[in-house]
């Protein structure tokens, strides 16, 4: 039977409609006809809706082909070729990734879902300061009904994995919610034999079991307070170490010393030398540590052990994320920029590194991409008919080398950008291997789609602007004697320096009445254009007043009454002292207006039953009505976005 006609959040007429309904009702209607007629072939069978909607962090098309050679991202070339894609999709404004992934999982902007930024200040306004802020990540940020809540309402088996503002406080019989960037437990951490000295290993139980053939060592170092023991074995030199709670090699788990991978990754295992997981209960519920040995000297003397920052994943269910973590070994969120910014993996090519620093961080993000996949293999062989999905690899990498492609930038070197750009080039494709895994996924399903999204685009920075600075030197935002914002002596201030908001009476302690709102706001908007970069160039190029809210989802209860554009070049930041505008780290961000070309993401569709071809211009908020529509659902009750599944899909009425 063909589908109806789909637009907002009309139900497909077949979808989990069982197929003998429909042969039955063929076969009464022929009973009651006058002229004998042989028997209806049977309805073949209607395949049940599935889809997964993964967002790929800072996916940006235009950046994706100007600056990736296509044979490094082949899935996502063919993604953009041959599946059904907007022309772009407009992201929340701020493009912030909270703001814009809330967008996509409620189908409307913070205006409406209550997420306008990466920190925001917390409601509701008449308990709080203006000042008083919180993670726009956090579940309690939602004031929005998320896809994954209409869905399981819907009575459709649901799994999200990792998505932002999640698990929240939902609880659905057959919706299962994980999320592991809310509660970290341990930071990434470099072992060498400065933090932890080797020395005669004494105690250890079945040694014997080894075979080792020089004498054992043991090091050790903490974990949130836990000993962690580690032994430094060989078979005529050290090259191994088991890594355990306690000092027996069977409770432990091991890793062999290997340079850091240069082969490219299209062939082989990923994260290859990484050791297996050792469980860790831990307040809260498990976490899983790795090691991988980047070095280990013959005599033993010397070593670089890396292992992998520590999360506990949280989930609604509460049991669920033990089984999760213990069917895939273990989730990883981020790779190790931290420590290579940090030089724990040696110099780096910008300091004049040879390139091992990047290679040993890459395989960091290989460990990611592992983890990742296995966790939606799992959730997909669940059952789940709608998989919501997660990869912050993009993000990641743009963040801190896309500005070093930048020709503009202070210092730019073709030389150092041709060697970064190549160590991006293997990060991306690490992306594309993970898209294709997805792919795979829905092959040979004529029931099941892949909707790729992403939050926003990515901007080269070397400079940072401090609109909360400007503000303080017109004398519109006030300090304390701790440096903290006075709120009785502040009428306006930037909480992520993405936006300003006028300290209106509405808020505890608010000192601007609603007849001198529009007064503050062109004081504030005075104050940000007055700021001079280098050579007296303005940082602010256009400014924007909303009150109220609008159709891009600027303003609302957490959003301002004020935002701007700056020069090329400049990263905004919420800090309250400083200069206004100077210079900062070379690398790339994101926040700027949603129309910029650079902030736009993607909203592309790919399956059986789906069309290939451009659909024109998009939006992140018409993710989630067109992936309800495909499961023949009605869309999130607060989504503002629109289905764009007619375009789309295959199926058509005669």
Known sequence: MAAQHIS??????????????????????LLGCSAPRPAPEPAPPVAPRRAILVSFDALNERRARETVPGEAIPAFRRLFAEAACADHAVPAWPSKTSASHASVWTGAYGDVNGV???????????????????SGYAASALRAEPIWAAAARAGLRVVGHHPTQAPGDFHGPDALILNGYSRHYAPDLVITAATARPRP??????????????????????????????????????????????????????????????????????????????????????????????????DGSDFLIFQPALSVVTSQPPAAASAYGDAIGGWVGNGAQDLLLEGGFGPTLAEGGGGEAELRYLESLELVTRQFMRGSDWAWARGAELLLDYFPLLDEVDHLWFGYLEPAAPGYRPDLARRIESMRERAWRLADRRLAALQRLVEGDSGAALFVTGDHGMRPTWRAFRPNVALARAGLLALDDSGRVDVARTRA????????????????????SPDSIEAVVAAAEAAIRAVRGEEGVPVVTRTWRVLGSDSLG???????????????????????????????????????????????TVLCASGPAISPGRIGPARTIDAAPTVSAWLGIAAPRDSRGRSRLGPISAERRP
Not at 493 to 512: A, C, F, H
């Open 554 to 600: 600027r303003g609302g209860p957490v959003g301002g009454q004020l935002y701007y554009e700056t020069a090329p070049g400049y990263v905004w930041r919420r800090d309250l002292t400083g200069v206004a505008a100077g210079p900062a780290r070379i690398g790339a961000d994101h926040g700027y207006p949603s129309i910029s070309p650079d902030m736009y």
């Open 116 to 134: 306008a930024a990466n920190w925001q200040p917390l409601l509701p306004r008449e308990q709080h300061t203006i000042a008083e802020g919180g």
């Open 201 to 298: 290993a004494l105690g250890w139980r079945r040694l014997e079991s080894l075979g080792t053939t020089v004498p054992p060592k043991e090091i050790a170092w903490a974990v949130e307070g836990d000993s962690i023991f580690g032994l430094l074995y060989g078979r005529g030199r050290y090259a191994a170490v088991v890594v355990s709670r306690e000092r027996d090699v069977r409770s432990g788990v091991r890793a062999l010393v290997a340079p850091a991978e240069a082969e490219p990754t299209a062939e082989r295992p990923l994260a290859r030398h990484f050791s297996e997981p050792l469980v860790l209960d831990v307040p809260g519920g498990r976490a899983y540590l790795r090691v991988r040995v980047f070095h280990l000297a013959p």
């Open 493 to 512: 201030y930037s909480p992520d320096g993405l936006y300003i908001m006028v300290n209106t009476t509405d808020w505890r302690g608010g000192i601007v």
């Open 8 to 29: 907002g959040s009309t139900r497909l007429a077949h979808v989990r409609r069982p197929p003998e309904r429909l042969a039955g009702a063929t076969l009464l209607f």
